[in-house]
């Protein structure tokens, strides 16, 4: 069966420090792999997705970027973090194609706080 | 891309059964209805999708109208854990179709 794995859960980094969020899905090949983040009360925004290695799309320009170096690794990267990027961020994964058919799976999520 | 639109809270009383709207005037032909929920501090979790006919499984049925313009997401009896945002989606862009777009959701009470 397919699983997916997003670490750590809970992060609080200074302003201006760097951040890596990871994520790795098993069980699959070559799946669509996305960021969302959730501010506090608020709704799921898309950040990025990915539908092969290398290939990154960006829905939102931010202080964020995000990288696919293995098929099923997805990483979710800041140079300088900001007190904006404080949040709830999920990872989530679809079958190739994407997920009109089949939907998505999410992980359980990093929540992060950036002070 | 299709928008959905949900009422932003409901309350249910505890065993009794849930009907969550959802509105999505503009929907393709080829989209798909799914419904997400995402209890507090985690993440969403798939529940039910369907394309033009009702759909049933072990956690709620989904009625979908027949001009395909509404659904409404049906909880048989309302659990104190069935306490969550409840989010209807289109099946993303209709040229890609690569990614969900959510909205707010609808914030569900359940009232012991």
């Known amino acids: 069966s397919q699983t997916i794995h997003q670490w750590p859960a809970t992060l609080v980094q200074p302003v201006g420090s760097p951040l890596s969020l990871e994520c790795t899905v098993e069980?699959?090949?070559?799946?669509?792999l996305y960021w969302y983040r959730q501010a506090a009360g608020r709704g799921l925004q898309l950040l990025f997705y990915?539908?092969?290695?290398?290939?990154i799309s960006s829905e939102v320009p931010q202080n964020l970027s995000a990288s696919r170096p293995q098929d099923r690794q997805f990483i979710l990267s800041s140079k300088k973090l900001l007190l904006s990027d404080s949040g709830f961020y999920l990872c989530?994964?679809?079958?190739?194609?994407?997920?009109?058919?089949?939907?998505?799976?999410f992980g359980s999520g990093t929540r992060l706080t950036v002070v | 891309d299709a928008k959905t639109t949900q009422p932003n809270s409901m309350e249910s009383n505890e065993e009794e059964p849930v009907h969550l709207p959802c509105n999505h005037s503009?929907?393709?032909?080829?989209?798909?209805i799914h419904w997400y929920r995402q209890l507090p501090s985690q993440g969403p979790e798939y529940v039910i999708h369907?394309?033009?006919s009702n759909v049933n499984n072990r956690m709620a049925s989904l009625a979908i109208a027949e001009d395909r313009k509404s659904s409404t997401l049906i909880l048989h009896r309302a659990t104190l854990r069935d306490a969550a945002v409840y989010y209807c989606?289109?099946?993303?862009?209709?040229?890609?179709?690569?990614?969900?777009?959510f909205g707010t959701g609808t914030s569900l009470t359940v009232i012991p």
């Open positions: 989530a994964w679809s079958v190739s194609g994407g997920p009109r058919v089949y939907g998505y799976t």
């Open positions: 069980g699959t090949s070559n799946p669509n």
């Open positions: 990915s539908v092969g290695i290398g290939q």
């Open positions: 503009t929907i393709s032909g080829t989209d798909y």
């Open positions: 369907g394309l033009t």
């Open positions: 989606i289109l099946s993303g862009p209709t040229n890609t179709g690569n990614q969900f777009y």
